[in-house]
């Protein structure tokens, strides 16, 4: 039987395509097996190898199922560990599939794109090949270096937030094999040449585990030191074309395959992802510490449905026969789900990795139609301001991280202003990418609104915008 080896063993891996395998084994009376590597998180594996790899999915929320112990995970390996050991999963003929799930940092793209940051220390020390392999990159190229033995077919399946998240898979790992010496490129080419890429589309609020997840599993009777909170909506959507070896029959347990990925993944983007990060740094503004708390704030509603419907929406192809209406009004029920305490500092956490894939495209679809989309605006302000000035959040918020915060701060203390400060961040270090480099309009808003943010209280501002201001600006 062949095996799915999956990179990225967190919380949502466990919570999402782990789960649909299961579902997807119990319907086709299939028996694949899952090997989980996670890449530093010692502490995980310990505890899934005493438990065998299994573990609780705890629903939390309206319509929750009851708690599901998930067994399909039969091996775990810690990569910073057992390095030649996740290689040798990756290039065994059994394994057909791989997974991912590392997010935009495992990818070790370029700040502000999707190509492969040459400079990034990992990739230059694993690529060359004088030690085991350090990186996510790196170990599967690493593990297609092996499989040249035998050619047998393999799918990468890219899980991450990423648009079209196949293609920029297989980018950075041929960009990758460019910096090998020419015999090991040439034969990760060649296995990558015939593997398959897929785009996919995942969906699925997962909180941290937290004391409380632990003790409802308890009071279930289930002893689980790892047990992983969700919310009850789940969704899979992936590029039925792209695939070249034998895969778990997701479609059964309820994944879509569709021709339309690039269409779904522009939905979650721009009509969950993007109102779910105005919330987070709207909420760090006025001291919320969850999302379900900023969500219920009825100007804070406003302000991210106004950006969701008004200015994200009109950007997007839906897929045929998608109801956007009743999506809009469901992302808001899953927004106010106060059980699964989602923090607004873990959405607003690597806002420069996750804003480039969710705001410059629709900004330049709306200046280049002459307008201003006034709450993405609005929304970037927002991140700089939580990102440039220690004293914008007075809540905690240790967990609050941002790869280009010393950046931005360095940025900010040689402004001149907001103005000057905007356009540092935003033009001349390209912080979210080069699709706002032109937008001058844009970007001249961002700093006004940045303004705005540190002269008045945030909760004046956002007060003022949701009872008077137009979606849309001239």
């Not at 299994?54 to 929750?64: I, K, N, Q, S």
């Not at 990818?107 to 794109?113: E, H, M, Q």
């Not at 897929?319 to 106060?338: E, I, K, S």
């Not at 950046?407 to 390209?430: K, T």
């Amino acid at each position: 039987m062949s095996r799915v080896v999956h990179l990225g063993l967190g919380s949502f891996h466990r919570a999402h395509q782990a789960v649909y395998t299961q579902a997807a084994n119990r319907v086709t009376g299939s028996d694949r097996r899952i090997t989980g590597v996670s890449l530093r998180n010692r502490e995980l594996v310990a505890a899934l190898r005493a438990q065998r790899g299994r573990y609780t999915v705890l629903e939390v929320g309206p319509d929750a199922a009851a708690p599901l112990t998930v067994e399909v995970v039969d091996e775990v390996l810690l990569a910073a560990d057992q390095p030649v050991a996740v290689v040798a999963a990756l290039a065994d003929e059994a394994t057909t599939t791989v997974t991912l799930t590392v997010t935009e940092k495992g990818y070790a793209f370029r700040p502000g794109g999707h190509d492969l940051d040459l400079t990034d220390p990992g990739i230059r020390r694993d690529a060359t090949l004088e030690a085991p392999p350090t990186t996510a990159v790196g170990l599967l190229a690493a593990g297609l270096l092996a499989r040249a033995d035998h050619g047998a077919p393999v799918d990468l399946v890219s899980c991450d937030n990423v648009g079209h998240n196949g293609a920029a898979l297989r980018a950075v790992l041929e960009q990758y094999a460019a910096l090998l010496p020419p015999r090991e490129g040439a034969a990760v080419r060649t296995v990558l040449d015939a593997a398959g890429t897929p785009d996919t589309m995942v969906d699925r609020i997962v909180p941290r585990t937290t004391e409380a997840t632990r003790r409802a599993v308890a009071a279930a009777g289930i002893s689980d030191a790892v047990p992983v909170p969700a919310e009850p909506f789940s969704m899979w959507v992936l590029d039925a074309s792209g695939f070249t070896a034998p895969r778990p029959a997701w479609e059964s347990a309820g994944a879509v395959l569709s021709g339309e990925v690039g269409a779904y993944e522009l939905v979650k983007l721009r009509l969950l992802n993007a109102p779910n990060s105005m919330l987070a740094y709207l909420g760090l503004l006025t001291g919320r510490t969850e999302i379900a708390d900023a969500a219920a704030d009825p100007d804070l509603r406003a302000l991210a449905d106004r950006a969701l419907g008004d200015e994200m929406e009109p950007t997007i192809p839906l897929p045929a026969g998608f109801d956007a209406a009743a999506y809009r009004a469901q992302v808001f029920r899953r927004f106010l789900n106060h059980d699964l305490r989602h923090l607004t500092e873990q959405v607003g956490s690597d806002g420069s990795l996750k804003l480039t894939q969710r705001v410059p495209a629709a900004v330049a679809w709306h200046t280049a139609r002459g307008s201003v989309p006034e709450h993405l605006a609005l929304l970037v302000a927002a991140w700089l301001r939580v990102t440039a000035d220690a004293d914008a959040v007075t809540i905690p918020t240790i967990g609050l991280h941002e790869p280009v915060r010393d950046r931005v701060r360095s940025l900010a203390a040689a402004a001149r202003g907001p103005h000057d400060l905007a356009h540092a961040a935003l033009v001349d270090a390209a912080l979210l990418g080069h699709d706002l480099t032109t937008r001058t309009s844009f970007v001249d808003r961002v700093g006004e609104l940045l303004a705005d943010l540190r002269r008045h209280p945030a909760a004046a501002l956002i007060r003022s915008m949701a009872r008077s201001t137009p979606a849309l600006t001239a």
